[in-house]
């Protein structure tokens, strides 16, 4: 689009003059300047916040949005339970679940459409990017089972069993530290970082609240193997929980667990190559039967080795499924 601007806007920011005659916001603005997509009289601007003086020339190029359609790709991933109404597939760790920004392609939802011809379709996403089937999520990084829905009917009475914490969900971990207590629980605030807004915190004054059970199953010189239980299910939750209590996930990068390990394994633990997260265990009732289903699966090979370099025994020796968190369903 072109636009000349008035005189009676002299003085406005170029940023807050484009937010008002385009469907962009101010920050919106802000990327398409940096992309190079705004000219002030044929030269790229500087700024967002230079002040207009009127009569300028001003040429936007508003991207095409996001295409509403995924691709169907054939990306291996394992499956534990399979039926018209859902499927439970075990992610694995580097591919992210739906596609975003800088993801377009190669995800979860792109795999799962090669393999299924029907998924619950789309029920509003806040960016327009497909996500169909998919009830809930992992990080990428996060290996480990997801509940995935056939059926409209399906993805919404699994939605309402998260919702209402009816869903047991586990998760493995490998923590530096070895000073936890055996068992606890994390209760806090949950929300976006002050200072940096790809981080969460449980340092803030307001969010939401988020719940984590954990029980160590194994103490190495330096690092720990703990199960955790999710009460709520927030974004990057244990992961957050355990690096601001001081003991970081072994491989997260973004939240301080590529911190130097030590004893046995510590070699081992260095070289991950992501953070060590599997979702091993789910528990749920079937969302048309009722039945109640329970599956899990062990971590793959590069947390499996990691885990026996520091404990010296195989992680199906250090884990096995049981019930032992508070208000677990």
């Not at 009676?8 to 990327?31: N, Y």
């Not at 339970?81 to 580097?94: F, I, L, S, T, W």
């Not at 609240?209 to 010189?221: C, D, E, F, K, N």
């Not at 899990?296 to 032992?324: C, N, R, S, T």
Request: net charge positive.
């Amino acid at each position: 689009m072109q636009v000349i601007v008035p005189t009676q806007r002299a003085g406005m920011r170029l940023d807050q003059f484009l937010s008002e005659v385009s469907d962009l916001s101010r920050s919106q603005i802000t990327q398409r300047i940096q992309a190079r997509d705004v000219l002030v009289d044929g030269d790229i601007p500087v700024k967002a916040g230079i002040r207009l003086r009127g009569g300028e020339v001003i040429d936007l190029t508003i991207p095409p949005p996001p295409s509403t359609d995924a691709i169907p790709q054939d990306i291996p991933f394992g499956v534990l339970y399979e039926d018209e109404h859902m499927v439970v597939v075990d992610k694995p760790a580097d591919i992210v679940v739906h596609p975003s920004p800088g993801h377009e392609t190669g995800t979860m939802v792109n795999a799962l459409l090669y393999r299924y011809e029907s998924l619950a379709p789309d029920v509003g996403t806040e960016d327009g990017r497909p996500r169909p089937g998919i009830v809930h999520r992992l990080d990428l990084g996060t290996s480990g089972l997801m509940l995935v829905a056939r059926t409209l009917e399906a993805r919404v009475k699994l939605s309402e069993q998260i919702a209402m914490r009816n869903v047991s969900r586990r998760y493995l971990a490998i923590v530096h530290g070895n000073a936890l207590a055996d068992t606890g629980t994390f209760e806090t605030l949950h929300g976006r970082h002050p200072k940096d807004r790809k981080r969460f915190s449980s340092r803030v004054k307001h969010g939401k609240t988020a719940i984590t059970h954990y029980r160590v199953l194994a103490r190495g010189a330096s690092m720990s193997l703990v199960e955790c239980a999710l009460e709520t299910g927030r974004t990057h939750q244990i992961r957050v929980h355990f690096a601001d209590a001081g003991y970081p996930l072994v491989g997260d990068k973004i939240y301080g667990g590529r911190r130097r390990a030590l004893g046995r394994g510590a070699a081992s633990a260095s070289r991950l190559s992501r953070q060590a997260l599997h979702a091993w265990s789910i528990r749920f009732a079937h969302p048309i039967s009722g039945q109640r289903i329970s599956l899990h699966q062990y971590p793959p090979l590069d947390m499996a080795e990691v885990a026996y370099a520091i404990f010296g025994k195989p992680i199906e020796e250090l884990a096995a499924p049981q019930d032992w968190a508070p208000s677990s369903p």
